[in-house]
Every structure is written in C-alpha cells, then in structure tokens.
C-alpha cells in the first residue's frame, strides 16, 4: 500500500483525536486571525514584510543570518541540498532518514547530486566512524563528497548534542559542510531541554517544519549563512516556489513561533501516557510525539477499523502502527484512544 494509502483510513464516527501524523493540525481561531490581518507585498520582489519577518525571526532565533520561507520540508530540504552541492558531488546521509527515503531522491532525480546512504544507529544517530569511512578521496572513479545530512528528531527520535556533535565533528575532519533536517527541530529541543541555538549552532543550515507539531497550515523555513541562503532563493524560484502574498502563510509561522514551541512538551507528555498503556499489549517505540506499537502478530485492519468507531484515526498501515501525538489532541481526545485500545486488545 502506498504512504497516502495508508494515511486515508475512513472515519465511521466523528473523529475526536487523528493520530495519523502531526502534519493534521489545523490552524486555531487566533492563527487565522493573525492570517487575516498580515501585512503583505509581493515575496518574489522581497517585499512581503511577514514573510521578510519569519525569515528574520527565525534565523536570528538560531544564530542564522538568513532564512527562507518554503512550501514544503521536502523543498526546503532540496532547495538547501542544490544550494550545497553541485552536479556531481555528494552527500552523506541516513538511509532511513528523510532526505533518502522519502524525498523520492529529488536531490539525484533532478539535482545531479549523488547519495552514500549509511545505517542508522538504534539513536537515530550516525556513527562518526561511518561517516569518517564514507568520504572519498579526491579520485575521478569518485564523485566529490561535499554535504553531511543529518536528522533530529528521527522517528521521534532526539539525538543526544554529544552523539550529534560526534558525527558533525566527523564530517567537519574532512571538509564536509552539514545540513540538518529538523522538520521536527523544536521538538527535538524541548526533549533535550537545551537552548534553542545548542543544536542549531553545529550546523550549517537547518530545515524547519513549521506545518507538524507548530501548527501551520503550510511551510518550512530554511536557515543557513547569506550566500547559501541566496542560492537557495535561486533555486526555490526555479523550482516554481516562489510566493507572491506568503505573508498570509507566513503569519501563521509567525504565531505559532510565538504561541506553539512551549506547549511542545504537553504532546510529549501525552504521548508517555499512551506508550504507557500500550506497553499492556504489544511492543512500544516510544520517543518525544511518536509512538510505534506491535502487538503480538502485528497490526490488522481490523484494529484502524475499531478505534475509527471510538473517533479515533489511525492509518491504515498494517504490522507496526506509527501514532503521532500534536496540539489538536486534547486530553479528550487521547482519552478516547486508551479507550478505543482497551476496549480492542482487554476485551
Ligand atoms: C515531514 C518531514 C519532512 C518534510 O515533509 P513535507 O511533507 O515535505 O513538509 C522532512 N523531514 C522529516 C524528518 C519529516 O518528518
């Protein structure tokens, strides 16, 4: 079944908690309202002045001396990818994390750009050994590694500063300019209760979602040294990503800046509080929002079709379910999923 197969189970009661992605989160009253009242200008002239704000606020946030408002992670990770690398060269990265599994290798298909997949350790990290071994030598059998592509969080996963810096340092050894993909980079903050700029500082640039756990309708930003930033821009246009009124989208990413980090931590506390039910009956992978459940046999259809009738959205994947925990979860909502999961596997 296809990822957009497996995220479309049919409700068959209204639906109180959608646990199918934190990418469900629908903006409230007051975002609309800051929506609504944004000042905006034409962004692709540079004169959308909440867009030019967001970029600003969020750079200056993590130490960056510019940022760039785009329409998806998987642009902002490829536009950051091509503003790397040219055609030809190389980057270093997880194979299970984002930019290689799910991106459809944009960053090969249309970019020129090659990719050395490593194993990604039980952390979410990769081994600084690994990366150290990847690199080549200057050969022309070889295309020239250029980038290290790191992730945090990994399925939920945040990655301690040390494992991270380890990697990082091994990358910097030889040469390597690092980019992280931080769709969740908030998340990954507030669970390694560090300063917002510890992790951003290691690395070059940075992709933010501001559409999962923060709350926005649309966007990503990516933040990095002004000329990476610039070329960046080139190609957001090329790719057909420039914005004329973003304001209206960027107000969005304004508000939840200001209004939706620090409750970050009440999706992590409910997600524990599920894990923790679960962990009744089957096998439970549990970090930050995300949980992964196994129940003895795996999942079957009939387990998306129960907890729909309880108002709760699962996807349709079966074997090992991902649930993600998020702002329009309340504790009603998560409620109804212990119920829905008791009623299922305690009969
Ligand atoms: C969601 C996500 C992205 C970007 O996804 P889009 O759907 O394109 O916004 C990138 N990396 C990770 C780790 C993600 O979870």
């Not at 821009?233 to 508000?255: P, S």
Request: proline share 4%.
């Amino acid at each position: 079944m296809n990822q957009y197969a497996a995220m479309s189970t049919k409700p068959t009661a209204q639906i109180i908690c959608d646990l199918r992605s934190d990418t469900v989160t629908r903006p409230d009253a007051a975002m609309r309202k800051a929506m609504a009242e944004a000042e905006v200008g034409d962004d692709v002239f540079g004169d959308d002045p909440t867009v030019n704000r967001l970029e600003s606020t969020l750079a200056e946030r993590l130490g960056k001396d510019a940022g760039l408002f785009l329409s998806s992670g998987t642009q902002s990770n490829f536009v950051g990818l091509l503003a790397h690398c040219a055609r030809g060269e190389e980057i270093v990265t997880g194979r299970a994390y984002h930019i290689h599994k799910y991106e459809a290798k944009g960053a090969s298909v249309l970019g020129g750009i090659a990719f050395e997949p490593l194993d990604v350790a039980d952390d979410g990290a990769l081994e600084a050994k690994a990366i150290a071994a990847a690199v080549k030598d200057d050969d022309p059998h070889m295309p020239v590694t250029r980038l290290l592509g790191l992730e945090n969080t990994h399925n939920g996963m945040a990655i301690p500063l040390t494992r991270l810096g380890d990697a990082v340092q091994a990358g910097r050894d030889a040469g390597l300019a690092v980019h992280l993909d931080g769709a969740r980079y908030f998340n990954a903050v507030a669970a390694l209760n560090c300063p917002e700029r510890a992790l951003a500082d290691m690395f070059d640039s940075i992709s933010i979602c501001l559409s999962k756990g923060l709350g926005t309708p649309v966007g990503s930003v990516l933040v990095g040294p002004r000329d990476l930033i610039a070329r960046a821009r080139r190609w957001r246009k090329m790719l057909g990503g420039g914005m004329r009124q973003a304001g209206v989208l960027a107000a969005a990413g304004l508000y939840a800046l200001d209004q939706n980090i620090s409750r970050l931590c009440d999706d992590h506390t409910r997600a524990t509080a599920l894990a923790d039910v679960l962990r009744e009956y089957g096998d439970v992978q549990h970090a930050t929002n995300m949980i992964f459940f196994t129940p003895p046999g795996g999942v079957t259809a009939d387990l998306p079709q129960h907890m729909a009738a309880h108002g709760v959205q699962l996807t349709g994947a079966t074997g090992t379910t991902r649930l993600v925990l998020h702002k329009d979860v309340t504790d009603d909502g998560l409620h109804a999923a212990i119920d829905g999961f008791r009623s299922f596997f305690g009969g």
